[in-house]
């Protein structure tokens, strides 16, 4: 009977410890999207939630998808007076803090898709990948919608 009960713990805790979480991950991706364009738009956005469950710093270093002519990390900024400019990150990265978060989001931070290759219409799927500077890279689906 002993024999058994051994047998039968070693079991679960092998079937445990095979069972892989998206939390073990060192970066998880939370709502990627992208706002809806027409085709006669040349440019257009993505936006997500970056959260590091790692304890060491990291950063977004680039994004690239066939949806785009080219990429960038960009920043919404006050140019003052009221008016509002858009220009790439300082430093080309976005930083994602140890056990925190970076959000991407209309009128902050964003990943800037300029030379559309395709509509931006609702309800389509594009994918991004994603690099980071220590994580390894992430292959995601952004969703276009009319936010």
């Known amino acids: 009977m002993k024999k058994v009960v051994v047998l039968l713990a070693f079991l679960l805790l092998t079937a445990v410890a095979c069972t892989g979480s998206s939390n073990d991950e060192a970066i998880t991706v939370t709502d990627p999207w992208g706002r809806t364009s027409p085709m006669a738009a040349e440019n257009g956005a993505f936006y997500m939630m ?3 469950n790692s304890d060491s710093d990291d950063a ?16 919404m900024y006050d140019k003052g007076e009221g008016v509002m400019g858009m220009r790439p990150v ?3 990265t976005i930083p994602v803090p140890a056990g925190g978060n970076a959000e991407l989001k209309p009128g902050g931070l964003h990943v800037m898709c300029m ?3 395709i509509d931006f219409a609702a309800d389509t799927e594009i994918p991004l990948t994603l690099t980071f500077e220590n994580a390894e890279d992430m292959e995601v689906t952004a969703v276009i919608r009319d936010n």
């Not at 690239?64 to 002519?69: M, N």
Request: aromatic share 0%; charged share 20%.
């Open 50 to 52: 970056l959260t590091n």
């Open 60 to 75: 977004l270093v680039s994004v690239a998808t066939d949806a785009c002519g080219m990429v960038e990390l960009h920043e």
């Open 90 to 92: 300082e430093g080309g």
């Open 115 to 117: 030379g559309k290759q």
